[in-house]
């Protein structure tokens, strides 16, 4: 090993002591739950795309439902929330102290920590309550519901077409950013490359890369989505993830583009799998 890689390691060594293991169990443990959301959905998905079971919801409900259904439900549903309680704490470190990596400190990233701190934590309670209340909302509602009530309200705020439009365009931006992302396979910075195996590094490229393309994808779509009930001031325009997957069934492409959708999301919830046990943290 070369002294600058050694260096790295050395430091990288160093920022995981020092964040302690608890961290990184709640990081590795949240990875894991994301997977299992993504997994869920995309099945899910694949089952509407090939006319199985039209009448349920390819979203985070759908699959808090799904998971309700099997032996032990309410235990896997805890246990869920309790890996995306994990992923909050694991992001609000990132936003108080840096991340790993050599730009970890910088204010953007720590920022964007924050934010996903902030999601993670909503995402976190609304599991658990799910989990405390099984047969009530699934997860907080249908998303696409979600999607609409929130946009009807944010448009009968002033200038609330602006809002709506630059968030949608935002979330749009952001899955073409995510996209390329995966494309161009910048996840592999946050491996521990010398760790693993070939074959596991082939599983990280293909599921990186197919599943978080289709990742992206939805996000574009879901902010294009948000951004036409802008400029037609129509709240209904607006649609959440059951919505977005579904409506790649009504492309020319028919079913066939949904199902290599849902089957992308199904790859980005392994690679969370692969993330969450090779991962830098």
């Known amino acids: 090993m070369n002294p600058t890689a050694l260096a790295r390691t050395g430091r990288y060594e160093a920022e995981r002591a020092a964040r302690g293991s608890l961290t990184e169990s709640a990081a590795r443990a949240g990875l894991t739950a994301r997977g299992v959301i993504y997994f869920l959905v995309g099945l899910i998905a694949l089952q509407i795309a090939f006319g199985e079971d039209e009448h349920r919801q390819a979203d985070r409900g759908g699959a808090l439902a799904e998971l309700a259904r099997q032996p032990f439900g309410a235990v896997l549903l805890w246990a869920l929330g309790a890996g995306l309680a994990g992923m909050a704490l694991w992001r609000l470190s990132e936003a108080l102290f ?38 009530g909302d699934s997860g907080g509602g249908s998303s696409d519901r979600q999607s609409r009530d929130v946009t009807a309200r944010v448009l009968d705020l002033p200038a609330g077409q602006w809002i709506v439009g630059a968030v ?64 037609d001031y129509r709240p209904d325009k607006a649609k959440g993830l059951d919505d977005t997957l579904r409506s790649f069934a009504h492309t020319p492409l028919g079913p066939w583009l949904l199902a290599c959708v849902a089957g992308g999301l199904v790859l980005f919830g392994v690679f969370s799998f692969a993330m969450a046990r090779w991962r830098r943290v």
């Open 168 to 231: 949608g365009a935002g979330v749009a931006v952001g899955g073409v950013w995510i996209g390329a992302q995966a494309l161009r396979r910048k996840y592999r910075k946050q491996l521990k490359l010398a760790t693993m195996a070939p074959w596991a590094r082939r599983l990280t490229d293909v599921t990186g890369v197919a599943g978080g393309a289709a990742r992206g994808l939805v996000f574009a779509a879901a902010g294009a989505f948000a951004v036409r009930a802008a400029v």
């Open 98 to 135: 840096g991340s790993v990596g050599p730009d970890g400190r910088k204010a953007r990233k720590r920022l964007l920590a924050a934010v996903r701190c902030v999601f993670y934590a909503f995402v976190a309670w609304s599991v658990l309550n799910f989990a405390a209340s099984p047969h």
